[in-house]
């Protein structure tokens, strides 16, 4: 048990994030809300005085995951804005708490109408990483970069783009991460519907079948995994495992 043995550490406030992020995921959100306020009492008593934006950009990212989830945009904008992230490698520029702390932020600011500044930001962002500065590829945080920035470009109808960003997220969830993921079964149900409106049947049927076949290993409920802030959910069953770095 972490409460018990590791109080107030860092491993507990990311174990608690992740959790938390997961059951937002099965649309749980109640149950997910003070797992990440005992996250953050967690990490700011690890800290104390001495800020770790890198770092704590997980607990943000699920923060802000949460409030999106809602449609509270200004609450998630706010989370966002609350972690300063640095501009260095040698600080964390390129850690993946800090990348999908900056994903969060362009989902959010989507949310508000401001799809094109967050396009940008991705852009950047995914440019950025593929720059010999970065200290090493971070496949699935470059992944959930792939996947926002395909929900984005869903937001502003460029449906072509989109696919090819969720084509690019599903192929590297696929080679890193696993293949039973709720995010990879996200990722999956938004290309099904991109291809189905390029009038790509066969493609679509297939990946909506894949999408379906995680669901039904998860037991989770699609639903509030796709379509982010939609109404009160229902109970759903604990989620079997969880993946650091998503």
């Known amino acids: 048990d972490l409460r018990r043995s590791f ?24 149950e997910a809300e003070p797992l990440l306020d005992e996250a ?6 690890y800290t104390g005085d001495k800020e770790v934006p890198a770092r704590r950009a997980l607990v943000a990212a699920a923060r802000v995951h949460l409030a999106r989830a809602r449609g ?5 904008i706010a989370e966002a804005e609350s972690v300063e992230l640095p501009d260095r490698p040698e600080l964390g520029r390129f850690h993946p708490a800090a990348l999908r702390l900056v994903a969060e932020r362009a989902l959010a600011e989507a949310m508000v109408g401001r799809s094109e500044s967050a396009q ?3 852009t950047k962002e ?14 699935l945080a470059e992944a959930r970069l792939l996947s926002a920035r395909a929900t984005v470009r869903e937001r502003i109808g460029d449906v072509s783009g989109a696919a090819t960003d969720y084509g690019q997220s599903i192929a590297l969830r696929e080679q890193h991460g696993d293949p039973d993921s709720l995010w990879l079964a ?5 290309f099904a519907a991109c291809l189905a409106r390029l009038d790509r049947p066969r493609e679509s049927a ?9 669901l039904k290993v998860q037991r989770a409920p699609g639903s509030h995994l796709f379509a982010v802030g939609s109404a009160a959910p229902q109970a759903a069953a604990a989620p079997t495992h969880l993946q650091r770095g998503r």
């Open 7 to 30: 109080p107030g550490s860092q491993v507990l406030a990311e174990s608690l994030s992740d959790l938390a992020d997961a059951l937002i995921a099965y649309g749980r959100y109640d």
């Open 40 to 45: 953050l009492t967690a990490w700011r008593s």
């Open 120 to 122: 940008a930001r991705l």
């Open 126 to 139: 995914l440019a950025e990483l593929s720059r010999p500065a970065a200290d090493a590829r971070q496949p």
């Open 72 to 76: 509270r945009a200004a609450q998630a």
């Open 186 to 190: 996200a990722d999956l149900a938004h």
């Open 206 to 214: 297939t990946a909506e079948q894949r999408a379906a076949a995680i």
